[in-house]
């Protein structure tokens, strides 16, 4: 697909919704999800984002109760939610864009 189906600022605004999701805030990201794309791309979008959202952080539990996060794009270990939301949101907001953008691409061209 030579052009792009989403714009660059339609992306940043969905990866900054699920770095705050994958960060424990407590939001709504369906409603956000769909209140930003377009209505014929919300429900591929939502699947979209419910596999990065799947695939982005490992939380791990340790014997000593502690739980440390994971990012899964650098393999980085934080022992807060905090930590972990100031790194995905500083080091790679604009690779979770680009992978947003693109999962949807391949989804939309897989589906049509």
Avoid: Q, W
Wanted: charged residues 30%; contains cysteine; proline residues 2%.
């Amino acid at each position: 697909m030579s052009s792009r189906i989403l714009s660059s600022e339609i992306g940043d605004r969905v990866a900054y919704i699920l770095i705050r999701y994958l960060s424990g805030f407590k939001i709504n990201y369906r409603e956000e999800v769909m209140k930003i794309l377009p209505p014929s791309l919300s429900d591929l979008g939502l699947i979209v984002f419910e596999d990065l959202a799947s695939t982005l952080v490992e939380i791990r539990r340790e014997d000593t109760g502690s739980i440390e996060y994971i990012c899964r794009l650098c393999r980085r270990n934080f022992s807060t939610r905090k930590g972990l939301y100031l790194h995905l949101k500083r080091i790679h907001s604009s690779e979770i864009t680009d992978l947003f953008i693109r999962e949807l691409e391949r989804l939309i061209e897989y589906n049509y």
